[in-house]
């Protein structure tokens, strides 16, 4: 699977954006899909995922009900919604695909195709 993350951007705190990442190579249904950032002298950490049919979600701690994920599989494209931006939201954000499509997986050695990352930088 190929993924190609976009919509990253410069934003004041309080505002919002939207990412999407568009796969391609393989059935993108066959896969549960999740975000990941990484600022700068940190590890990389979850965000969010979406189980194969969009039926089930799992948000860490620090965005739940502010970051909305979902997915459209007739376009092959899994989105972050992120609502009410912080500075600390600011890092590159990953989106992965992994084979476990039923399981809500939040760590990083579950997932086996990463996009390239998209940078978000969130000012005060």
């Known amino acids: 699977v190929q993924l190609q993350a976009s919509g990253g951007g410069l934003v004041q705190a309080g505002n919002s954006l939207r990412l999407s990442c568009a796969a391609s190579?393989?059935?993108?249904?066959?896969?549960?899909m999740g975000w990941f950032r990484q600022a700068p002298g940190k590890e990389r950490e979850f965000v969010a995922v979406i189980t194969w049919s969009g039926g089930r979600t799992y948000y860490a701690d620090s965005v739940k009900g502010r970051f909305t994920i979902s997915r459209d599989n007739a376009k092959n494209t899994v989105y972050l919604q992120m609502n009410s931006l912080k500075p600390e939201d600011t890092a590159v954000y990953y989106c992965?695909?992994?084979?476990?499509?039923?399981?809500?997986?939040?760590?990083?050695?579950?997932?086996?195709?990463w996009g390239q990352g998209t940078q978000v930088t969130v000012s005060s």
């Open positions: 190579g393989r059935t993108f249904s066959n896969y549960g």
């Open positions: 992965a695909a992994s084979p476990q499509a039923l399981r809500l997986s939040t760590r990083v050695s579950s997932y086996d195709y």
